[in-house]
């Protein structure tokens, strides 16, 4: 069952998600708020191996500067914030 505020996920937003480096890893306190991490920095490299096989590395290199500059899906598709 979906959520009243959720939107279907297209494939480019669960790309944004795996290659995303805040969901393992917390980034340096300049940069980020510290916050709890939902997967280990293995199983994020596993992951991104994947997606870089998948995508090739242009794209996902391209994908990841693109998540670096705060476009990534979050619950509220009005709102693209970076996290922390």
């Known amino acids: 069952m979906k959520h009243p505020t959720s ?13 995303n480096p805040i969901y393992a890893i917390n980034i340096a306190p300049v940069l980020a708020e510290p916050h709890p991490l939902l997967i280990s920095e293995e199983q994020w490299v596993t992951a991104n191996a994947k997606l870089i096989a998948d995508l ?3 794209e996902y290199l391209r994908n990841l500067l693109s998540i670096l500059k705060g476009n990534y899906p979050t619950a509220d598709p009005e709102s693209r914030q970076p996290i922390g």
């Open 7 to 19: 939107r279907d996920w297209t494939p480019a937003d669960v790309s944004g998600i795996v290659a």
């Open 56 to 58: 090739g590395p242009e």
